[in-house]
């Protein structure tokens, strides 16, 4: 977005209907309904994370499909590190930027995000940038460091972890979307649209303690799921996940994979990041327990190039 | 009334020292910049000495400024500076608003000089033998911020988490909830007393604490007995109506005998408000031969002689020993006789202390236990010790793993430490100061008892000095190499085991540099590969 696009949007009151008189009908963000039946997944690859984002969203049937007029949506983007944007630990502050955007475009009343960080959480939403950005586009950052956020809940099928503290927001949000960072992950693997979920419980210590690839699949299976799934693959750390060490770890894909199920998601994002999808755990257990499907091929898939 | 313009500045001087210095131990969002922390606590006189006994630099100047101050003035540390003082001198004045106009009065009391100066000497004694202790107890800057750390903060914090919560039920977040970590009970005993003692003694007695208990009071007023300004009483304009004396807190002003005892003297500048007829003025010191009223220098009796001389003494013996005592404590690399014995396998060796801090010898050796840096600490992983130093060291910070775990970036406790305790680190060296090592025992470890992937604590490690290893089948176990390991305790926090956890830092009884993370070129994977591999 230019920055006179910037100043002109965020000096109306009218956010959302500023932004579209400004950039003018012919611009991604108005993207109606799809004239083609919307695709159950979109990957995208060869664009900046913004760009991408506005075509793999088109694709799916416009952000209409997923957020209503005057709804509360809750984004949680991977924000577990204190380090920059181009360190890939945590997601792209672009494409959290794009997609708060879209959600006010679409008609949502609030745009809430947070995340239960690793490292000390003020500093991980200022040097992740996803603070500045949010905010920006007119969401707000709701902070995830305290107990007092968190109420209990029963995981009904869960087989090891039967019960959660979950962020409130998360449980009384109308629409949530999951924005994880494809990494990888030195003990499951990989680290994607499940395991990002993590992030709004308060007790990650209890997932380690009994069977984390068992327990990332269990609260998979809770019946409040994100309700979309946008995974950031611009830039991927290829080794020393989840941290990472220093920017050598971090290679430029500039892919993107949206989905509505994110066991679908996370097989998609494990092949663009060349690991085979079945040997990664957590991704085979919330199969079998019937949270969503590693069979791409059963599904109507939006490929494109930028 | 008109207000005398030494005391209305007095005033305007001691609330700003008073309330800047506050803020920045009860800036719970951490809201103040880092570098404002060495401006306002750079007057500071056992900080900024003994930071200035570690960098042997003008750049401790600040107890310098003071002890000059001191030498020209009088105790101006101690009635603008000081934050404990000017408290007292806020209780003192409350304390008088609620009482009639007669019991508001002060009477002059004798010097309790074997006290006061007993303590000095004893703080001094052993400052010379490298110890902090009783600098540390006493030392009134520190004990402030302890008053302000436990006691003012939890209450400052306690009201935003209540405006906090009813703000957020209705969807805004601008404040937020912040936890402070439970500290053990006995952290709590020092400060209270010192603030139990502190408030009676300054609500009944005005600046009794100062002139009985504090040694910077007691060593301060020892230079005041010479310093070039000081109060004197003009006996022909006196007409012994005795405001002054009503009104000096310090209780120094003896009107039978005419004489102002300025060692005492906190120069609040009261007594000069206080007199219709200007007949107690603060004026130049001039020498004993040319004082043209000889007539109101009292004829001393024997034992008061001896007194002054003991004072003399003690101000000469005192001169010397901070200083001397500053320079042992900057030469001492001794081995710590406070480090727990290795008793039991999982137990820490050697408790770790900041980064930056040089040893365990320098920081227990520097600290004042003033709580700055644990207020200032984003990940609260600095925490007042309980024995981890021994008996000596209660309340001194400590790297404590199980509350937090040190922030590879941040090196912000380093930036706001005024004694020079923890020395002041560029972000960069700090992340391979190496303040302990990862010690990792297998048969604690989830991987090893459950037979499940874990990895929470290479998950965390910043520089990969602790990483994961095929283990049996799919499993992967954490393996540490030291060189990189900086001991910073995120593996330690993250690691799930209870009571004991699998994986612990030990600390370093001198911190040293660690290897830099290892960083070769990556390989790269998405060289032929397709775009959609599905």
Not at chain 1, 148 to 165: C, M
Request: aromatic content about 8%.
């Amino acid at each position: 977005m230019k920055r006179r696009d910037f100043f002109l949007r965020t000096a109306g009151a009218g956010l959302g209907l500023s932004a579209v008189a400004s950039l003018g009908g012919l611009h991604p963000l108005m993207a109606g309904p799809a004239m083609a039946a919307a695709a159950d997944m979109a990957a995208v690859r060869g664009g900046e994370p913004n760009v991408m984002f506005d075509r793999a969203i088109a694709a799916m049937g416009g952000m209409g499909r997923f957020v209503k007029k005057g709804q509360k949506v809750v984004i949680k983007p991977n924000i577990g590190w204190d380090v920059p944007p181009d360190r890939a630990a945590n997601t792209n502050p672009l494409l959290v930027k794009r997609i708060v955007e879209h959600c006010f475009n679409a008609g949502a009343k609030e745009v809430l995000v947070f995340d239960n960080t690793c490292d000390a959480w003020t500093k991980c939403y200022r040097t992740s940038g996803i603070e500045k950005y949010v905010r920006e586009a007119g969401g707000k950052v709701v902070p995830g460091n305290t107990e007092g956020y968190y109420q209990e809940v029963e995981i009904r099928n869960g087989k090891k972890l039967k019960s959660a503290k979950v962020h409130e927001l998360y449980l009384a949000a109308d629409v949530i979307i999951d924005v994880p960072v494809l990494k990888n992950h030195e003990s499951t693997k990989l680290t994607i649209a499940m395991k990002n979920l993590m992030g709004v419980v308060w007790d990650r210590r209890y997932w380690h303690r009994n069977d984390l690839n068992q327990c990332i699949a269990d609260f998979a299976g809770f019946h409040r799921r994100p309700d979309l799934v946008v995974v950031d693959a611009y830039n991927v750390m290829m080794r020393h996940g989840p941290r990472g060490v220093s920017k050598s770890d971090v290679v430029n894909m500039k892919a993107q994979i949206v989905s509505t199920d994110m066991v679908a998601a996370d097989t998609a994002a494990a092949k663009m990041f060349g690991t085979d999808p079945a040997s990664i755990r957590y991704i085979r257990l919330a199969q079998e327990m019937g949270v969503g499907t590693m069979d791409l091929s059963s599904l109507n898939i939006s490929r494109i190039k930028i | 009334m008109k207000v005398h313009r030494l005391k209305i500045m007095r005033i305007v001087l001691s609330l700003f020292f008073l309330i800047v210095t506050s803020l920045l131990f009860l800036d719970y969002r951490r809201i103040i910049p880092d570098s404002w922390f060495h401006v306002i606590l750079s007057l500071q006189f056992v900080p900024s000495l003994l930071k200035f006994s570690t960098l042997l630099s003008l750049s401790a100047f600040g107890f310098l400024v003071v002890l000059i101050l001191s030498f020209l003035f009088g105790r101006i540390y101690c009635s603008t500076i000081c934050p404990l003082g000017i408290m007292q001198d806020v209780t003192a004045w409350l304390s008088r608003k609620t009482r009639s106009k007669k019991n508001r009065r002060y009477h002059h009391a004798k010097a309790h000089n074997i006290l006061r100066y007993s303590i000095l000497g004893i703080t001094v004694a052993a400052l010379l033998f490298g110890s902090t202790w009783l600098l540390l107890l006493l030392d009134p800057y520190s004990n402030y911020g302890r008053i302000m750390t436990y006691f003012l903060k939890p209450v400052v914090v306690g009201l935003n988490n209540v405006l906090a919560s009813l703000l957020q039920k209705k969807d805004i977040y601008t404040l937020y909830p912040v936890s402070i970590p439970a500290v053990k009970a006995a952290v709590y005993t020092v400060p209270g007393i010192i603030l139990v003692l502190t408030l009676w003694m300054s609500a009944s007695k005005g600046r009794l604490y100062c002139n009985t208990v504090c040694p910077v009071g007691a060593f301060l007023g020892l230079i005041s007995k010479v310093s070039l300004f000081h109060f004197r009483i003009n006996k022909t304009a006196c007409t012994s109506c005795r405001l002054c004396e009503f009104s000096c807190k310090s209780a120094c002003i003896d009107l039978k005998n005419m004489t102002v005892d300025n060692s005492r003297c906190v120069t609040c500048f009261d007594c000069l408000d206080s007199c219709n007829f200007g007949a107690i003025s603060y004026t130049v010191r001039k020498p004993a031969a040319s004082v043209k009223e000889p007539e109101l220098i009292p004829v001393t009796p024997a034992g008061k002689k001896k007194d002054f001389d003991a004072s003399k003494r003690a101000f000469l013996l005192g001169t010397v020993a901070f200083l001397a005592g500053a320079a042992r404590i900057s030469s001492a690399k001794e081995y710590p006789k406070n480090a727990r014995p290795t008793t039991i396998p999982e137990e820490k060796e050697f408790p770790v202390t900041p980064p930056g801090s040089i040893s365990i010898q320098h920081f227990t050796g520097h600290c004042t236990a003033c709580s700055l840096c644990i207020d200032a600490c984003p990940s609260d992983v600095l925490q007042p010790a309980f024995l981890q130093y021994g008996l000596a060291g209660l309340m001194q910070p400590v790297m404590d793993y199980h509350a937090g775990y040190c922030n590879y970036d941040c090196v912000r406790c380093t930036e706001v430490c005024p004694t020079g305790a923890i020395l002041p680190l560029e972000p960069e060296p700090k992340k391979l100061v190496q303040m302990g090592l990862a010690v990792f025992v297998k048969e604690s470890c989830v991987v090893y008892t459950d037979e499940t992937n874990c990895g929470a604590c290479a998950e965390h490690c910043p520089t990969k000095a602790v990483h994961m290893v095929p283990y049996k089948d799919d499993l992967v176990i954490p393996e540490t190499t030291d060189d990189i390991c900086i001991g910073c305790g995120a593996c330690e926090h993250a690691c799930p085991t209870e009571p004991f956890k699998a994986i612990y830092v030990n600390g370093k009884n001198i911190q040293s540099v660690a290897q830099k993370p290892k960083t070769e070129k990556l390989e790269n994977p998405l060289e032929n590969t397709e775009d959609f591999p599905f």
